[in-house]
């Protein structure tokens, strides 16, 4: 789907699930003062000032902690492999999202170099293809087997060969961006598609998925709302890429981290609201919005330890492990045994 499509059924529909994966993407979207708002240097800003947020305040947070706990996966990962006698069989590892190569290299790196053989792969599917050509042009020399796919991640497409036995990995809360309406309940057929979808990219092996398990709202507002730039990047976009006549303005529209949830889940519902009217033509199609108008840009989720296994169990996954820090950071993995 193009961007002019994603951006015409945000605006038609008030949601569109394909906005989430364009907010990484590389583009020539200025603000009012020539600043650039390119989603790769808006995440990799984010991303820079979590970690030394962490640094400076001995706290964690999504980014320092998961470096944590991709550590110890790396150290236990061999051991899930023996455990299923496997260590005979090439093992590839798959990553779902990647993003920068500073994520890569301090979270996946240890586990491609714990696991992988000369006669296996190190697969990494993204939507951004300037995330891909920073992995290509850091590790294209140094990494046997890279393979470098641009694809949406949620797709449940497969991306191995068929009898690849894979290790396969989702770092970053990316599962947490899963799609689901805004809601007051649980989304349990949504998470378990997610997983089954994310499950079938390979034939067997595991599949390691971080999420972010702190239910506690005001905190999850407050960690989103010190980035809104980064949630909104996606309007300089349409300015600078699409066809647009009328009164199109970017600044217009604010962040919101609407949260909502219960003792098993947070939906953090990231939302952009019209903070004037507004009236334009995107392509052939007419849009008007009034003050107060609300768009819902993305989710991102956080879940209990409980509700990930009962998702995964539904989604025909085996919980075999479950790393956490105790405070919010969970990296839960799961064995696929069979074809589906
Ligand atoms: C939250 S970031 C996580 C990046 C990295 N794994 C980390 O741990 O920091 C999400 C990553 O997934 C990619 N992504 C998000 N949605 C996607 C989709 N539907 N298809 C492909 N890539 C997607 C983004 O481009 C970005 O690289």
Not at 34 to 53: H, P
Not at 281 to 287: A, L, P, Q
Request: contains cysteine.
């Amino acid at each position: 789907m193009k961007f002019t499509d994603i951006s015409i059924e945000l605006f038609r529909n008030g949601y569109c699930f394909k906005v989430g994966s364009e907010q990484y993407a590389d583009h020539e979207g200025v603000d009012a003062v020539g600043r650039s708002r390119s989603g790769m240097l808006l995440w990799r800003q984010a991303e820079s000032a979590r970690l030394a947020d962490a640094l400076r305040t001995g706290s964690a947070n999504m980014v320092s902690a998961e470096i944590k706990l991709a550590k110890e996966l790396a150290v236990r990962a061999p051991n899930y492999v023996r455990a299923a006698n496997l260590s005979a069989v090439p093992i590839s590892v798959l990553e779902f999202g990647p993003g920068t190569t500073m994520a890569f290299r301090e979270k996946t790196l240890p586990l491609v170099q714990g696991l992988t053989t000369p006669n296996s792969r190190c697969i990494l599917v993204d939507n951004s293809a300037a995330f891909l050509e920073e992995l290509r042009r850091e590790y294209g020399e140094n990494l046997h087997k890279l393979a470098l796919v641009q694809d949406d991640i949620f797709s449940g497409r497969r991306f191995t060969h068929a009898e690849e036995t894979t290790f396969m990995v989702m770092f970053g809360r990316t599962f947490g961006n899963l799609d689901a309406p805004a809601s007051f309940m649980p989304p349990y057929q949504d998470a378990t598609l997610t997983l089954r979808n994310l499950a079938k990219a390979a034939p067997s092996g595991w599949l390691a998925v971080s999420v972010g398990s702190n239910l506690d709202a005001p905190a999850a507002k407050a960690y989103y709302e010190a980035h809104p730039d980064f949630q909104l990047n996606v309007f300089y976009r349409m300015q600078a890429e699409v066809w647009i006549e009328g009164d199109f303005d970017p600044t217009v529209l604010h962040y919101e981290a609407d949260v909502r949830g219960n003792e098993e889940f947070l939906q953090v519902v990231h939302t952009a609201i019209f903070s004037r009217d507004m009236a334009f033509r995107m392509e052939d199609v007419s849009f008007k919005f009034k003050k107060g108008d609300r768009l819902h840009l993305k989710n991102s989720f956080c879940f209990s330890a409980n509700f990930m296994r009962e998702a995964a169990i539904c989604a025909g996954l085996e919980p075999i492990d479950l790393l956490t820090d105790g405070l919010g950071s969970d990296l839960h993995v799961f064995r696929k045994r069979t074809v589906f």
